[in-house]
Nanobody
Framework: QVQLVESGGGLVQAGGSLRLSCAAS????????MGWFRRAPGKEREFVAA???????DYSDSAKGRFTISRDDAKNAVYLQMNSLKPEDTAVYYC??????????????????WGQGTQVTVSS
């Protein structure tokens, strides 16, 4: 069982930046694809960014050019650097762990473990 704990959310003004972190308990973390998803109020959960076990990345159209996903396997951590934040980025952000040797998938069913989420609020 992989446990994921997100941190780094908060309130920021439009145009600002936040860095989300996700700490994983799995000792084989380096072999897993990792993803970030978000759920805005009244909307379904949507893909934000993903990174494979060999550091291939993928982003949603809304995240491209503004967000950067990275991982530090020595710390069992994955990060989401979010710049130029917009009010529409307001959501609960979830970290997810995929299968070993997995691709950087946009699909939520490719991820087996989920964190509890961290709130990001962007004011206009």
């Amino acid at each position: 069982q992989v446990q994921l704990v997100e941190s780094g959310g908060g309130l920021v003004q439009a145009g600002g930046s936040l860095r989300l972190s996700c700490a994983a308990s799995e000792r084989t973390f380096s072999l897993h694809a990792m993803g970030w998803f978000r759920r805005a109020p009244g909307k379904e959960r949507e893909f934000v960014a993903a990174i494979s076990w060999i550091d291939q990345t993928d982003y949603s159209d809304s995240a491209k050019g503004r967000f950067t996903i990275s991982r530090d396997d020595a710390k069992n951590a994955v990060y989401l650097q979010m710049n130029s934040l917009k009010p529409e980025d307001t959501a609960v952000y979830y970290c997810a762990a995929g299968r070993a040797y997995g691709l950087a998938s946009k699909l939520s069913f490719d991820y087996d473990y989920w964190g509890q989420g961290t709130q990001v609020t962007v004011s206009s």
